[in-house]
């Protein structure tokens, strides 16, 4: 008899987004004439760069002869593509790497749920709430929860509230936790953590023998100099945190797929018998097994974002972005809102007006301006009472949005 795993029946019905689609083709089919502004989902809307396009061309060229063909290729990621990383991403912000220590993937999403596989089954999982769904329902698929509970938590899972008085950015755990996942820039919240902040969670994560699992997937949003880009930026990191990093939002790979995580030769975890294992050397073996690696022209066009064109038009499209983000948060609380984030993070925080709940404040968004965010509850209760905007969207997309919002919602 096949059985099932029963951990996926634990999960809600849908996931989030695409419970998203659901309600918008739902009021689509009901509204045929009406313009939906989708706010919603995180995906980029402008063109590669032309530096990122031209590399790209290049090696599709370079694969269609003799010479130039390459088949499989080093499921860590060519060295011209890793170097570059080290360089642009570490070595800039005074932070050495060796080539082993990065490897390059089809993304991070994949990449932060898989990393779970190299943890004993009874390790406890420690998620900040609200965070990217994918951490608490990853852990859920591996069987490291109970079912869940009235609130919308699941049983065995701790739990960080991220709230208004933290700055949403939550405290280490004070209970036992093995690994935690700390996403900053935060999805959703937009919350950028300090030095500070971080150097107290790696203090935590040193002090206990536990992992943290570094989410840095917008870093490249961050304007403040002084805010730390990567957590290997605080000192002992290296011992104790594992880092993901992605080129979707920072260069609009999201139909590309190309990303990295960083696994330091310095960190290691217990074995049943109490000795110390390389979690690099877990996931070199977990890699080298279940993936062939990101295809040649594809990690071509990555390495084209770090050359001084690539820089500079990525840097473009953040700012782009970031524009859409400042008049999200800046017209939107003339109006009279309460918003968060969007200015270190391509996302706004929104709290729902009159004590609607977040859902309840999706459809009537939908329904009376014909704007889609993304529901708060949908990151975790403590997303509950907000909406994330996203200024992944066209600058009249944007300023026609918050005229819409601004009529509907009128004080």
């Not at 390790?123 to 609200?130: E, K, N, Y």
């Not at 869940?148 to 509230?161: I, N, P, Q, S, T």
């Not at 300090?194 to 150097?199: N, S, V």
């Not at 968060?340 to 404040?361: C, D, I, K, L």
Request: glycine residues 10%.
């Amino acid at each position: 008899m096949a059985r099932i795993n029963e951990s996926y029946r634990k999960l809600r019905a849908g996931y989030l987004f695409p419970e998203i689609g659901r309600r918008l083709r739902a009021h689509e089919a009901a509204h045929p004439g009406a313009r939906v502004i989708r706010l919603g989902i995180g995906d980029v809307v402008l063109p590669l760069a032309a530096a990122v396009v031209s590399a790209l061309r290049a090696a599709a060229d370079e694969m269609g002869t003799p010479q130039g063909f390459r088949g499989y290729g080093p499921e860590q990621g060519y060295d011209f593509l890793i170097d570059a990383i080290r360089e642009n991403d570490f070595a800039a912000r005074g932070v050495a790497l060796e080539r082993d220590e990065i490897f390059v993937s089809d993304g991070s999403k994949c990449d932060t749920g898989n990393i779970q596989e190299i943890f004993g089954a009874e390790c406890r999982i420690a998620v900040p709430d609200p965070v990217y769904p994918v951490y608490v329902d990853t852990s859920v698929m591996a069987g490291r929860s109970g079912a869940a509970g009235d609130d919308g938590r699941f049983a065995g899972l701790c739990y960080l509230e991220a709230n208004e008085a933290n700055g949403f950015v939550p405290d280490p755990p004070s209970e036992r936790a093995d690994v935690a996942f700390l996403c900053t820039p935060n999805n959703p919240t937009g919350a950028a953590a300090t030095r500070e902040q971080l150097a107290r969670w790696v203090a935590w994560a040193r002090a206990t023998d536990a992992v943290i699992l570094f989410d840095a997937a917008y870093e490249g949003y961050v304007k403040d100099p002084a805010l730390p880009r990567s957590i290997y930026e605080v000192d002992g990191a290296k011992e104790c945190a594992i880092e993901f990093r992605s080129f979707s939002k920072r260069a609009g790979f999201t139909g590309l797929r190309c990303a990295y995580t960083v696994v330091p030769k310095a960190l290691t975890g217990s074995t049943a018998a109490g000795e110390r294992a390389s979690l690099n050397a877990l996931w070199l073996r977990r890699q080298t097994t279940k993936f062939n690696g990101v295809s040649y022209p594809v990690q071509r066009a990555a390495a084209a974002v770090y050359s001084r064109e690539g820089l500079a038009q990525t840097a473009e499209q953040i700012s782009f972005y970031m524009e859409n983000a400042r008049l999200l948060r800046e017209e939107l609380g003339a109006a009279g809102f309460t918003l968060f984030g969007g200015v270190h993070a391509p996302y706004v925080w929104m709290r729902t007006p009159r004590g609607m709940g977040s859902w309840e404040f999706f459809d009537r968004l939908l329904a009376e301006a014909n704007v889609a965010g993304t529901p708060g509850a949908g990151f975790g209760p403590a997303g509950e009472g907000y909406l994330r905007l996203s200024a992944f969207s066209t600058r009249e997309n944007v300023a026609e949005a918050i005229e819409r919002i601004r009529k509907a919602f009128a004080s």
